[in-house]
Structure formats: structure tokens, C-alpha cells
């Protein structure tokens, strides 16, 4: 494994070792009686990206011959290096199964592939694991600086919009109108 237990990563050191893991050449012998197969992901035209997928990890498109991870979930969670190389490891053994000609979903071939590129062949992403902090795309918050209030907003709002949001606690206080600035969360 690359990353211990409690170690904190960045979004950069997970692609590079996403493409480290894609560009090694894999002997995957689980069969008795067969010759071990020799797969090199790139070769096959398998790649890295991210996405930004709530409620999933990571995901393997056989389609795309793609290998994902979700971006919001991991810049939630930097400090679970560890989980999310299990998940990049996890999708990295469904594309050698599929690459050895098989569409095995979870069953006992993949669980011997997945052994074999150390992963835990088991579900990754769970909420006790992997914490999800922000659950909008965008906060509104007051302008005054002394002000704490913010609001969820699912939305993007024109900046030239008629309407804004405004500060209920400034406007409670006696302030007035106060204006809230949309922040993007992911």
C-alpha cells in the first residue's frame, strides 16, 4: 500500500498514484491449471480522471475505459489517503477483470484480482468511513465581517441578478439591508 493509515493526501498525489498503478504491468495468475495473464492498463487504453460523483467513491466505465474518483468526496476527506486507495484500487480491479475478458460484479474471480493489486475486495465507500461535510454546491454569506450567518444554496446566481438574498441577523440588528455573496463549495 502507499498510503498508511490516518496519513493526509492531496487530489494531485491520488492521480499520480492512479497513473503510477495504471502504467505498472499486472501478473494476474488466480486460475489453476492456466497461464497467468500480463496486463498493462495503458496499453489497453485505460485512464484517470476525476469526477464529481456524490454518493460513490470511485467508479470503473468500461465504456470510457476510465477510472474515477470523486473529487468532492476526497477534498472532504483529505485525511483518508488510505480509503481512497483502497477505492482507486478497488476500480483498478475491476478494469483488470475486465481486461482478462470478464464483467465479474463482485463475485469470487474478482475478489481474487482485487487480492491481488491489495485491495480489501470489499465495499469502500461507506458514511462511516468517508464523511460528507458539504452538502450544497454553494453557501450565501453576509458581507459584514463581524456577520456569521450563511445560508445553503443549491443554485449558481447571476451576478446581475434584480433580487439578492439578504442578511436576516444585519437586518435584525437594525442594519439594513446587507447583501449575501454566493461562495462555491465544490
Known amino acids: 500500500m502507499y ?22 504491468t499486472w501478473t494476474i495468475d488466480i486460475y489453476r491449471g492456466r497461464e497467468a495473464s500480463i496486463i498493462n492498463l ?15 467513491a470511485g467508479l470503473c466505465s468500461y465504456r470510457n475505459k476510465t477510472i474515477y474518483v470523486s473529487k468532492w468526496l476526497l477534498m472532504q476527506n483529505l485525511d483518508k489517503a488510505s480509503n481512497f486507495e483502497n477505492t482507486l484500487r478497488h476500480e483498478l480491479a475491476h478494469a483488470l477483470d ?27 465507500y461507506s458514511s462511516d ?15 459584514e465581517e463581524e ?12 451576478t446581475n441578478a434584480r433580487s439578492y438574498p439578504c442578511c436576516n441577523d444585519c437586518y435584525n440588528a437594525g442594519k439594513g439591508y446587507k447583501r449575501l455573496v454566493q461562495v462555491q463549495n465544490y
Request: aromatic share 8%.
Open 129 to 143: 468511513e468517508i464523511e460528507v461535510k458539504e452538502t450544497t454546491k454553494y453557501t450565501l454569506k453576509c458581507v
Open 42 to 56: 495503458r496499453d489497453f487504453g485505460w485512464k484517470f480522471e476525476f469526477n464529481t460523483r456524490k454518493r460513490a
Open 3 to 24: 498510503f498508511a493509515e490516518n496519513v493526509t493526501t492531496t487530489a494531485r498525489e491520488i492521480e499520480k498514484l492512479a497513473n503510477d498503478l495504471l502504467d505498472l
Open 98 to 124: 475486465k481486461a482478462m475478458g470478464g464483467r465479474n460484479h463482485h463475485n469470487n474471480v474478482w475478489k481474487a484480482i482485487a487480492r491481488k493489486v491489495l485491495c480489501t475486495a470489499e465495499r469502500c
Open 147 to 158: 456577520c456569521n450567518y450563511t445560508r445553503p444554496s443549491h443554485k449558481a446566481r447571476p
